[in-house]
């Protein structure tokens, strides 16, 4: 048996390594990986992990910021390899420097990313790298690579068990083939690591190269990837002495090579501009001619780097644990050494101002921020929602009603007035509130604020139906698909519904009972209460 041991851990290591072996001498022909899982799977994993995120009160689900993050996704999205695929972008509220891709092509950013960058350009250039791992289907891919993986390494540590049995039952006091068999499952263990760590680079360099081509052709400064990974880097060298290293730099690892190739390749895409031409176009929504392009001469985009700073300190405020934290968190911003208190931060500062009951200080730095940026949305957003919270429903209205008139079309603007007439708790505000939401009601089915606020809306007007029907979607988006399909299946015993109620409401449990044994079966139990399913 002393014998036998060494033989097996050859073997072992052997059967290990002989997947790589075979892999360098056989042509490339291609992925299986989206034979693995179809498209519909795809999607119904990453909507799970979305209503666990807001079940958990992870996300940061604020109008004005998605609208921001939207609007960034989906021009970089457009301009990938794949703008077929579908993409759904989401903020998280961790404070972490972290961005990642699922299955389902589902693209999370964290809030201490978008606090962390300078510019517009640095927080597009890691999106771009994300929707690049999701158009190379790297995920799906990564999965393949594990499966294949799975049955050599599991050889091995199948035969590294035989061995340390086979030491165990001779009796012998020798511990060179135990030593040996632990060594084969290090061993093992260490080949895996290697290959993800192999096969993970691999993926980081292509969606460096792909996601740099996409950033330049959305209209985006292409040295913003460059230049954030400069930036991670420098953040990397100032934690060596025992902070705390950025979840960023573990998932997305920096090197000076990684960031000189980031930088030629932006180089290369700049020089590559016609004279006078601008170097990208940013797709436009009218699906203007080919010659025509909404981005000025420079290539960059109208208004998007005006709106980031806005975005970046209404997401400080959101993503802080309390608006009074987040007003400690501006004094001390104002006080470290080379800061300059700039209008954006004096934005973020009244909207915490406002939040923690401070309203006649946030109205004084808003009314003076407005005057300086006279017709700015986030500004004449900030004003109304600053005199609903002092409960100056009058001032409020007539600020909400002018936003309404010139900006017909914005869904912040609607959801935020909704809001505000729901806090009012009269008949009356629950049925503007009501008119003011229509015009979303087609679009916004997978939205649980609008869900939320309408449900508010028409209990208010005395609309218990389409109340409890939209409070129940609420429940289901929020990660309450069991509590949904009970508030449904109480709505049904009414003996008062219409024909057409009844039978939606049926669809819509038919429609969320799979989604609620699927969840079960892949062990997302977050309820304790559980409807008949039998």
């Not at 799979?514 to 969840?519: F, G, K, R, S, T």
Request: aromatic share 6%; glycine share 8%.
């Amino acid at each position: 048996m002393r014998i036998l041991a060494p033989a097996v851990l050859t073997l072992a290591l052997a059967l290990a390594c002989g997947a790589r072996a075979q892999e360098g001498q056989l042509p490339d022909i291609g992925s299986s990986a989206a034979e693995m899982i179809d498209p519909g799977t795809e999607a119904e994993y990453g909507a799970y992990l979305i209503y666990e995120l807001r079940r958990l009160n992870l996300l940061v689900e604020d109008p004005l910021v998605d609208a921001w993050l939207q609007g960034m996704g989906y021009r970089l999205a457009a301009n990938s390899d794949t703008p077929e695929h579908g993409f759904t972008f989401f903020m998280m509220r961790d404070r972490q420097i972290n961005a990642f891709a699922t299955l389902g092509g589902y693209v999370g950013m964290n809030a201490g990313l978008v606090l962390t960058a300078e510019n517009e350009a640095e927080v597009a250039g890691v999106m771009a790298h994300e929707v690049a791992h999701v158009s190379q289907r790297h995920v799906l891919r990564a999965y393949e690579r594990a499966q294949k993986d799975q049955v050599p390494i599991m050889l091995a540590m199948l035969g590294a068990i035989a061995a340390s049995q086979a030491v165990g039952d001779s009796g012998g006091r020798d511990n060179s083939s135990g030593n040996a068999s632990m060594a084969a499952v290090a061993g093992a263990m260490a080949l895996m690591q290697q290959r993800q760590i192999d096969y993970t680079r691999s993926n980081e360099s292509e969606a460096d190269r792909i996601g740099i081509q996409t950033l330049a052709r959305a209209g985006y400064d292409p040295n913003g990837m460059a230049d954030f990974f400069e930036r991670m880097q420098r953040a990397s060298r100032s934690n060596s002495g025992g902070y705390q290293v950025p979840e960023y730099l573990r998932t997305h690892p920096i090197t000076t090579t990684r960031i000189s190739e980031t930088r030629q390749r932006a180089s290369r895409l700049i020089e590559s501009r016609p004279a006078g031409v601008a170097a990208v176009r940013a797709p436009s929504p009218l699906l203007l001619p080919g010659s025509l392009s909404l981005a000025g001469a420079d290539g960059a985009l109208p208004g998007r780097e005006e709106t980031f700073p806005w975005a970046r300190e209404r997401l400080r405020v959101l993503s802080a644990s309390s608006a009074s934290a987040a007003v400690l968190e501006y004094q001390a911003l104002a006080r470290a050494p080379g800061n300059e208190v700039d209008d954006a931060q004096r934005y973020g500062l009244a909207l915490a101002l406002s939040r923690s009951g401070r309203h006649a200080e946030a109205e004084r730095t808003l009314a003076e921020l407005a005057g300086r940026h006279p017709g700015d949305l986030w500004l004449e957003l900030a004003q109304a929602e600053a005199a609903a919270l002092a409960r100056h429903d009058a001032v409020a209205t007539e600020r909400f009603e002018s936003l309404l008139r010139r900006h017909p079309e914005s869904r912040p603007v609607r959801l935020a007035y909704s809001q505000a007439l729901g806090e009012r708790a009269t008949p009356e505000a629950g049925r503007r509130a009501q008119d003011v939401l229509r015009p979303l009601l087609s679009e916004s089915g997978d939205d649980p604020l609008f869900q939320r606020n309408f449900a508010r809306a028409s209990e208010l007007a005395g609309d218990e139906v389409r109340a409890s029907e939209a409070y129940a979607e609420a429940a289901f988006l929020n990660g309450r698909a069991v509590d949904a399909l009970n508030q449904l299946d109480r709505l049904k015993q009414r003996e008062d519904l219409t024909y057409y109620q009844r039978a939606r409401i049926e669809a819509r449990m038919a429609a969320i009972t799979p989604v609620v044994l699927e969840m079960r079966r892949q062990g997302i139990r977050a309820e304790e209460q559980r409807p008949d399913m039998r």
